[in-house]
């Protein structure tokens, strides 16, 4: 069983080091606020650490789950990071969704030190993340990814490698940019079906198993008529991720017009005082018309 660190006890991250834990490994957390590290110990056992430096610290590997670039660059990279705290042959796993040159400047930080680094964004949600059923992009050596392979499968249902360094935050953001149009075509669907004032319980039965179905009209119709939104991937989240989208799409070119529409929507949401309500809140917009 190997030494293990996490770094990040949020939403995500604090299911995630569980799942790990109760697979048996030794594991360390740290948390910035230190109250949650404290719970989780009481929870699972093992330790936590006052700084990312001090987890990294004789550890086989080491895991991070923050939040935005600025963070991840912190945790792993700044005073008191992990990263130069860890011994050659350690591997460093960012599960955060940042953007793919966060993930080369990792990858370039431990190659300089023996470290081996894979991108890891993860897609699943606070639901997938509790039972374990994450699904997991991989960016990283082949030997680095089979390294960290029996790490990422103790959260992770299906954990795929999509090349080297930078390629696991590009498939995350082509997870992102399916998710906006569709919330934005669900919204407006089921917002059309209450104007024309159908029975959205028969409406959703019915084409919930048709060509329109989605995850989202799954796990998200039935509260989105029902105005609930207080649980869930936070719009603020989302903001981030389909900015780091644009910024990559401004580099290779590829149009982006229904993502950029939608992120424009999210920052109405956002400046409204929804931040922190689940995404599918764009329907929303639509009902204050
Ligand atoms: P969260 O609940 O807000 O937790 C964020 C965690 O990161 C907290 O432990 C926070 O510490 C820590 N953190 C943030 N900035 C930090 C910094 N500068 N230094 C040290 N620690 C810092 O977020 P989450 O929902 O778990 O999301 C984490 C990552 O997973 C994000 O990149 C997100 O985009 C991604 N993700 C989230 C979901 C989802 O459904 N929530 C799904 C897929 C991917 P404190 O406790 O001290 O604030």
Known sequence: MAKVSFLGLGVMGYPMAGHISAAGHDVTVFNRTAAKAEAWVAQHGGAHAPSPAAAADGADVVLSCVGDDPDVLQVALGP???????????L????????ADVA??????????????LDAPVSGGQAGAENGKLTVMVGGSEADFAAGLPIMECYGARVVRMGPAGKGQQAKMVNQICIAGLVQGL?????????????????????????AQSW???????????????????VD???????ICLEEAGRNGAPLPVTELVAGYYDELSAA????????SLIRRLRKG
């Open 187 to 211: 919204s407006e669907g089921l917002n059309f079906a209450m104007a024309a004032d159908l029975d959205t319980d028969a409406l959703l039965g019915a084409i919930s198993g048709g060509a």
């Open 216 to 234: 989202q009209m799954v796990n998200r119709g039935q509260t989105m008529v029902e105005d609930k939104f207080d649980f869930g991937f936070a």
């Open 92 to 99: 460093y796993i960012d599960n955060s969704t940042v953007s």
């Open 80 to 90: 008191d990071g992990a990263i130069p705290a860890m011994r050659s042959g350690a």
């Open 273 to 280: 005082g929804g931040g922190r309500s689940d995404t599918s």
């Open 237 to 243: 989240w989302m903001r981030k991720d389909l900015r």
């Open 104 to 117: 080369g400047q990792l990858a370039a930080a431990g190659a300089s030190r023996g470290v081996g680094v």
